[in-house]
């Protein structure tokens, strides 16, 4: 039996709405932890990992391991379905192959039960290690959507380098050239507006921008992102999902051939 | 894709 309830059903549309382009089917894993997903998209050039902690929901029941393969698009549908402020109780168990999304509104007047259908999904699971990066960079997250947005209409990709004082993205394409550069920026009323860049060693990295583009339609879920860099290996993109997890998309970047 | 190499390559398989 898996029981969990969330306090705004809002939060898991939108988290779904974020990653449901770059991957359309992936298999939930339920355990006492939380629940976690996992998947590349259908190139395998990128991959995103959702970690929702159990102590981040309002209730959370998970009696063993259980895994629930769904399809996004389908779960979106649902999801749509619940009123802003609805709650969300989310139940399933082993001995049916559906999930159960309840929709509460706040005064308790109205009750929406949808049934989606689960599938068998059969999928690489990818061991991530928690590995140092050369350069970490954290910057409002509405920021790093409109630079990877503006350089998507130069060019196809773009080249990121961070220095100790700086974070530049450059793109070229048929009509020119274009480069942003971020300073880090730590005087700000707002914690969340600071641009805090972390620097081991230069990086200079070239990544694909139509994925940039798309992991950045998770802006609304977090008001910062944090970009983790290093020589030769995937960027880690990450949205912190407040008090409950996060949602990371990883990119291997462009080697020359 | 040319010059775009697989995510899975970069990590373990589980």
């Known amino acids: 039996m898996f029981e969990a309830q969330?306090?705004?059903?809002?939060?898991?549309?939108?988290?779904?709405?974020?990653?449901?382009?770059?991957?359309?089917?992936?298999?939930?894993?339920?355990?006492?932890?939380?629940?976690?997903?996992?998947?590349?998209?259908?190139?395998?050039?990128s991959l995103v990992a959702l970690n929702l902690r159990s102590d981040g929901f309002?209730?959370?029941?998970?009696?063993?391991?259980?895994?629930?393969?769904?399809?996004?698009?389908?779960?979106?549908?649902?999801?749509?379905?619940?009123?802003?402020?609805?709650?969300?109780?989310?139940?399933?168990d082993e001995a049916n192959d559906l999930v159960t999304f309840l929709f509460e509104s706040p005064g308790n007047e109205r009750l929406a039960e949808f049934e989606l259908k689960l599938m068998d999904i059969t999928s690489e699971n990818l061991g991530i290690p928690d590995a140092e990066y050369s350069a970490t960079v954290s910057m409002p997250s509405a920021e790093f959507q409109r630079i990877v947005k503006d350089l998507g209409s130069i060019g196809d990709t773009v080249e990121i380098t961070v220095t100790k004082d700086d974070v530049r993205f450059a793109a070229s394409g048929d009509i020119g050239n274009a480069t942003i550069k971020c300073r880090q920026l730590l005087d700000t009323e707002k914690p969340e507006d600071r641009t805090l860049i972390e620097m081991v060693e230069p990086v200079n990295l070239t990544f694909a921008l139509r994925y940039l583009i798309n992991f950045?339609?998770?802006?609304?879920?977090?008001?910062?992102?944090?970009?983790?860099?290093?020589?030769?290996?995937?960027?880690?993109?990450?949205?912190?999902?407040?008090?409950?997890?996060?949602v990371r998309?990883?990119?291997?970047?462009?080697?020359?051939? | 894709p040319a010059g775009q190499p697989n995510i899975a390559s970069f990590f373990t398989k589980r």
């Open chain 1, 6 to 45: 969330m306090a705004q059903a809002a939060l898991l549309k939108q988290i779904i709405e974020s990653i449901r382009e770059l991957i359309t089917e992936a298999t939930f894993e339920v355990s006492g932890t939380g629940m976690m997903l996992q998947a590349m998209d259908s190139s395998h050039v």
């Open chain 1, 58 to 92: 309002q209730l959370f029941r998970a009696d063993r391991p259980f895994s629930m393969g769904m399809n996004l698009n389908h779960m979106a549908k649902m999801l749509k379905c619940a009123g802003k402020d609805d709650t969300l109780t989310m139940r399933a």
């Open chain 1, 216 to 246: 950045s339609k998770a802006t609304s879920l977090a008001p910062s992102v944090t970009i983790k860099l290093s020589t030769e290996m995937p960027v880690v993109v990450e949205y912190k999902l407040s008090d409950i997890g996060y």
């Open chain 1, 249 to 257: 998309f990883y990119l291997a970047p462009k080697i020359e051939d």
